[in-house]
Every structure is written in structure tokens, then in C-alpha cells.
Antibody, heavy 118, light 110 residues
Framework: QVQLQESGPGLVKPSQTLSLTCTVS??????????WSWIRQRPGKGLEWIGY???????YYNPSLNSRVTISLDTSNNQFSLKLSSVTAADTAVYFC??????????WGQGAPVTVSS | QSALTQPPSVSGSPGQSVTISCTGT?????????VSWYQQAPGTAPKLMIF???DRPSGVPDRFSGSKSGNTASLTISGLQAEDEADYYC??????????FGGGTKVTVL
């Protein structure tokens, strides 16, 4: 059974960089066939796809966040990470990592709440 | 504003059927079959209910069904149960590699 777990600081100051890691167990992120996505949900709002990374290292980001987002892979630890730069209060959200099978998100982490505040 | 439009809320009595629509812009839904649906209970992660328009993952009750007509996809819950009360989201994977979600629909069991 594939499991995903987000980790990282729950509080980030404005203008700084938000950094989160997703640890995958029960399956290898290097095995191919799946994309690995980040998705967020602002308080009381809907889901917003942030971007994905493929096992090859290729990435694709939501155009609305493209200039601030970096997703990377750490195959040795079976992890992938999110960095979102120049954060503001509008980036306060619960951040989810998910396994992405051609747009179907079949396994999700429990979510990591992140607050942007000084 | 979401690129996929869903009604904010739908409701039904136990045993009834409800249908949630998901309408795309231009011809995106009509052009692609990678439409999926998610159920999210308060404080929990979303759960995949339908993928590729109408396929159900293992373990999802057959009360949940998906379909598509033109540029609108739909999720139908038949034999509505109290446990089905949740938020539901559609999503689409287009040929440009992007993924997009609908704004979400709150299902209330009366």
C-alpha cells in the first residue's frame, strides 16, 4: 500500500521560501509510470494543483505559480520536495502531496498546514 | 476562478440520487477523457472516486458513477447515504500536461 507523508515548517515569514518534503513508502518514485504532484487548499476554498515531477526529473507547473515554484526529486530517500518562493499571506494553505497517474490522484498525504505570517 | 465549473451545492434525501455537473471551458472536457472525481470530508485529504470519466478504483461503491456529454462531465450518487455528505471536486488532465480542479460541490444529505 502506497503511503505519502508531508513534512516541513508550519509557519513561514512573508517574502521567505516555503519548503515541504513528501516521503513516499510502499512504492518507489523511480519506478516510472507515475507523476508526483503537489496540491494546495486555502482555508475554506477549493483544491489548486501546483505542479508535478516525473521520475525522470521533468517538471510541469501551474502557470499561475510557475515563476515561484520548484519541485525536485530525491530518489535515494524516496522523496520529492516543493519550494515556493516570495510567499505572502495568500499562500497560507494546507499543502498535499499526491501520486498522479495521468491526472488521477490516487494516493494522497494527510496534508501539511502552512501559515504565512510575521 | 476555476476553469471547471461546478454547482456550489446539491442536496438529496437518503435513498435518492444526486448528480454533480462539471463544465469545462472551450472544448477541453469534450476533447479529453482524463476526468476524475474526488470526495473530501472535513479535515481530511481528498479521496479518488472516479477516474477516466467513469472508472471506479477498487473499494469505491458502485453507487458512484461518472459520465460525460459534450463539454460537461457528471458524477451521480445513487442511493444516497448519510456518509456521502462531503465536498466533491472534479479534475481534468489536458493534453498540455496541466491539471485543473473544479471549484467543488457540497453534497448535503437531508
Amino acid at each position: 500500500q502506497v503511503q505519502l507523508q508531508e513534512s516541513g515548517p508550519g509557519l513561514v515569514k512573508p517574502s521567505q521560501t516555503l519548503s515541504l518534503t513528501c516521503t513516499v513508502s510502499g512504492g518507489s518514485i523511480s519506478s516510472g509510470g507515475y507523476f508526483w504532484s503537489w496540491i494546495r487548499q486555502r482555508p475554506g476554498k477549493g483544491l489548486e494543483w501546483i505542479g508535478y515531477i516525473y521520475y525522470s526529473g521533468s517538471t510541469y507547473y501551474n502557470p499561475s505559480l510557475n515563476s515561484r515554484v520548484t519541485i525536485s526529486l530525491d530518489t535515494s530517500n524516496n522523496q520529492f520536495s516543493l519550494k515556493l518562493s516570495s510567499v505572502t499571506a495568500a499562500d497560507t494553505a494546507v499543502y498535499f502531496c499526491a501520486r498522479d497517474h495521468w491526472g488521477a490522484f490516487d494516493y494522497w498525504g494527510q496534508g501539511a498546514p502552512v501559515t504565512v505570517s510575521s | 476562478q476555476s476553469a471547471l465549473t461546478q454547482p456550489p451545492s446539491v442536496s438529496g434525501s437518503p435513498g435518492q440520487s444526486v448528480t454533480i455537473s462539471c463544465t469545462g471551458t472551450s472544448s477541453d472536457i469534450s476533447s479529453y477523457n482524463r476526468v476524475s472525481w474526488y470526495q473530501q470530508a472535513p479535515g481530511t485529504a481528498p479521496k479518488l472516486m472516479i477516474f477516466e470519466v467513469s472508472d471506479r478504483p477498487s473499494g469505491v461503491p458502485d453507487r458512484f458513477s461518472g459520465s460525460k456529454s459534450g463539454n460537461t462531465a457528471s458524477l451521480t450518487i445513487s442511493g444516497l447515504q448519510a456518509e456521502d455528505e462531503a465536498d466533491y471536486y472534479c479534475s481534468l488532465h489536458t493534453g498540455s500536461s496541466t491539471r485543473v480542479f473544479g471549484g467543488g460541490t457540497k453534497v448535503t444529505v437531508l
